[in-house]
């Protein structure tokens, strides 16, 4: 009998570990309204629904409050095989004070963030030991903490809502030692997840430079080379009927759909697994902002400039390490 060897093992539970945060969301949606559909219509457990959405209601706010995280979940050996299918890695260039609260930007969104997940959401990557005393929220869409279950998991990571509520509550009411983690460009930044792009949604971005002006935090850049070139796009023609779809849905929905296509379980091959390129997540120099209650326009926009252009500074100053020329540019829409 033929037994798979350690390295056939070790790639089948990267790929598990990739498949199941990726598919999470779909299959805890679909399975949580199958069965109380089913429990509702054919059966007399009904009451068990009601109680789902009672303890729903009842925790609602528990996603703009901190969270539950479980240091368990984000310590499993499940996230140890996907950090290792890329790999991803995280580069600090500072020390960072646990006596302070901070914002972190991260850019870019890509198609699924997997880097900004494998390093924040999980332990398995030594932020810990690297930023001793430093608590990590990610902060993601408040449509995610709408289904039962589904945010139980998400929350178990250590996400919040990205709500201005959210961010106010763990600036204010937590201590020190926090970092809101927010990938600033959002789903509307997948239009632009092609290889070897460095094109970032930010000119009109500036939420998050308001809200580290309000608390007086330090705003913290951060690039993940490598993010955007775990899959390849198709392009529709500029103007035709498909691209000018993609355009109005994402003016409605805000989500930019696109055709991608990565690798799949063999060499050369088409599927929907990420390709495995090295993600490496620079944490850039902290940049201390006052702090002003009611910031105006101008002061946003000044400081969103300044923001800018430290970003510019580190992504310049280590493109080259990882596989991009001198020449490009990091392009900011």
Known sequence: MLLPSKKDLKTAMEVFAIFQWALSALLIVITVLLINLYLVV????WPVTVLILTWLAFDWKTPERGGRRF????????????CNYFPIKLLKTHDISPSHNYILACHPHGLM???CFGN??????NFTKMFPGITP??????????????REYIMSTGACSVSQSSMDFLLTQKGTGNMLIVVVGGLAECRYSLPGSSTLVLKNRCG????ALRHGVALIPAYVFGETDLYNQHIFTPGG???RFQKWFQRVVHIYPCAFYGRGFTKNSWGLLPHAQTLTTVVGEPLALPKIENPSKDIVAKYHALYIDALRKLFDQHKTKFGISETQELVVV
């Open 120 to 125: 924040f959401a999980t332990d398995n990557k």
């Open 113 to 115: 963030s997997h880097a």
């Open 71 to 82: 240091a368990c979940v984000r310590k499993w050996c499940l996230w140890k095989h996907y």
């Open 42 to 45: 054919f059966t007399p457990y």
């Open 241 to 243: 009927l498909v691209n």
């Open 137 to 150: 929220y990610i902060l993601t869409l408040g449509a995610f903490f709408w289904v039962p279950f589904l």
């Open 208 to 211: 998050f430079v308001r809200m």
